[in-house]
């Protein structure tokens, strides 16, 4: 029960799986959830034999389904026993950019991940930081601080970072933090071709574990990473 605990949404590959490694290594004990029970499977099982058995418990869960998402969380819990933190991770993009040839559809697919699924997480999450003073830490974006346009992706990182912001005054009330990262581009699967002279997950990981480990006394309330070039 010593070793803290953080819950990783969107953790089967980028830099929600960068994280976990990081996190195991700084010491955490990590719940990874996501859709791909394959690559949860590995991912655990990798960072299971790098850290020691029950360091990572894989979750295949859909977090834009708000009953599969909060049995998730329950089984985190009966698992280690308590939440220090939650890294609200899990987003997609979209195939059609621009709002006058956007695709309403797959709005409503991001939305529901990017916006309603992040909301569902801090909601049903909260109670269980609120026992440890625990930390909420948000994927947002640097699309969620500069104006593109047309963009509806970037305007659900907006929703993301101005959340962030209120939850991170709400969570102050009772001594609980909340860090805002927004990534420029990473090379990631989030792009069909890869971007290898842009960040690296580990780069956004680095940043996680910088704002995990910062003494109690510090809030790091927002990170931006940008690629150098
Ligand atoms: N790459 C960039 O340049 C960049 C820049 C700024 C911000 N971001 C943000 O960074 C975050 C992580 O993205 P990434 O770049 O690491 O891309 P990624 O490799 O595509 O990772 C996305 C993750 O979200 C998970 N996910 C998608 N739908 C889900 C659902 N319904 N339920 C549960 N998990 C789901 C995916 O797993 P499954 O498919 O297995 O469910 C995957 O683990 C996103 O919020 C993204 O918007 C990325």
């Given at each position: ?30 719940a ?95 109670p ?11 994927t ?25 912001h ?15 990262i927004?990534?420029?581009?990473v ?43």
């Amino acid at each position: 029960m010593n070793d803290k605990v953080l819950l990783i949404t969107g953790a089967s590959s980028g830099i929600g799986e960068s994280s976990a490694f990081a996190a195991a290594k700084a010491g955490y004990k990590v719940a990874l959830l996501a859709r791909s029970e394959d690559k949860l499977n590995k991912i655990a099982n990798a960072i299971n034999s790098e850290f020691g058995n029950d360091t990572a418990l894989a979750i295949k869960t859909d977090v834009t389904q708000l009953e599969e998402l909060g049995k998730a969380i329950h089984t985190t819990i009966e698992k280690f026993g308590k939440l220090d933190a939650v890294f609200a991770n899990a987003g997609k993009g979209l195939n059609k950019a621009g709002t006058e040839n956007g695709d309403p559809r797959e709005w409503d697919e991001m939305i529901d991940l990017n916006v309603k699924s992040l909301l569902w997480t801090a909601k049903m999450t909260l109670p269980h930081l609120r026992e440890t003073l625990g930390h909420f830490i948000i994927t947002s974006s640097v699309a969620g601080k500069i104006y593109l346009p047309g963009s509806v992706y970037g305007a659900s990182k907006w929703f993301a970072s101005g959340f962030g912001h209120n939850l991170a005054r709400e969570m102050k009330e009772w001594g609980g933090r909340c860090t805002i990262i927004c990534p420029g581009m990473v090379d990631t699967p989030f792009f069909d071709e890869p971007k290898p002279d842009k960040l690296k997950p580990s780069d956004i990981a680095d940043a996680l574990v910088f704002a995990l480990t910062a003494p109690a006394r510090s809030t790091v309330r927002e990170i931006e990473v940008m690629p150098t070039n």
